[in-house]
């Protein structure tokens, strides 16, 4: 997933890794603690909604976004959505 992380945020160097990785693991465990299930976080590399999500936490925590309201708000909807998608939530 880092690989993609990177490619949106036009990073190309390895100077910023574990930052990065940090905030990914971070997206992930904000995702389980609002309630989408633990069994989708695992698979997360290949699930295109949680990258979107985690893509979008990682550009709203690193750096200073130009815009972080509409990031935050981005990422609420896409968490809500996830957590009462089928498959997604635990129910």
């Given at each position: ?23 990914i693991q971070?997206?992930l ?39 972080p ?23």
């Amino acid at each position: 997933m880092l690989a993609r992380i990177k490619l949106a945020l036009r990073i190309t160097t390895n100077a910023f890794d574990d930052e990065l990785n940090g905030l990914i693991q971070a997206a992930l465990m904000d995702l389980g603690l609002v309630g989408i299930d633990s069994a989708v976080l695992v698979d997360a590399t290949t699930d295109e909604l949680v990258i979107t999500a985690v893509t979008t936490y990682v550009k709203l925590h690193f750096g200073d976004p130009s815009d972080p309201d509409r990031l935050k708000a981005s990422y609420d909807e896409q968490k809500a959505q996830l957590i009462t998608a089928t498959g997604y939530g635990l129910r």
